[in-house]
């Protein structure tokens, strides 16, 4: 059985959230985020409390209940509070520079590299390396940042490239060069 399928979500007072032909609109003081519900979910929304159960008691129908309540919930978060992501740069001459929509980072390529945010999420630039993505929309948020590490991967012998701000990176050590 889901354990975290079961758990109820409790909705906030700011908060308004309307199910209606399998998909729910949750609106809060950040913005308004909506989902289609999959047809093995079932959603009931009373005093306050959001609940989900499987129509079918299978284990696709439990799977689904369990990231039917994640994605739920996390969207009640984002529109109450918000999620942030923060990558750091690392290498000399590695940089990132916001314009407008569009984040140029320069990567030891011989071009800059230009990466359109999606829509939602918005980027700060700390000390030229440190960049911190927020938005409403946690799954859009996790993609972006994940497209923007892929960009230029951490490697492992100089530590050079992009990486998540709490990832440790196992270094390696180089060729000895002993004979």
């Given at each position: ?116 945010l999606p829509d939602g999420i918005s980027a700060v630039i ?54």
């Amino acid at each position: 059985m889901s354990r975290v399928g079961k758990k109820s979500i409790p909705i906030p007072d700011k908060i308004k959230v309307s199910y209606k032909d399998r998909l729910i609109i949750v609106q809060g003081e950040k913005g308004v985020l909506e989902r289609s519900i999959h047809p093995l979910v079932s959603l009931k929304i009373e005093d306050g409390i959001i609940s989900v159960s499987t129509v079918i008691d299978d284990r696709t129908g439990r799977s689904l209940q369990g990231l039917t309540r994640s994605l739920v919930a996390n969207m009640i978060a984002g529109v109450n509070k918000g999620f942030e992501r923060v990558l750091e740069i690392t290498g000399i001459g590695y940089r990132a520079i916001v314009k407008g929509n569009c984040i140029e980072f320069n990567l030891g390529y011989s071009h800059p590299v230009n990466f359109d945010l999606p829509d939602g999420i918005s980027a700060v630039i700390d000390k030229n390396n440190v960049v911190k993505l927020s938005g409403i929309d946690k799954e859009k948020l996790g993609h972006a940042a994940a497209a923007i590490r892929r960009l230029r991967p951490l490697e492992p012998y100089k530590g050079k490239g992009i990486k998540y701000a709490e990832e440790r990176i196992q270094r390696k050590a180089g060729k000895t060069g002993t004979k």
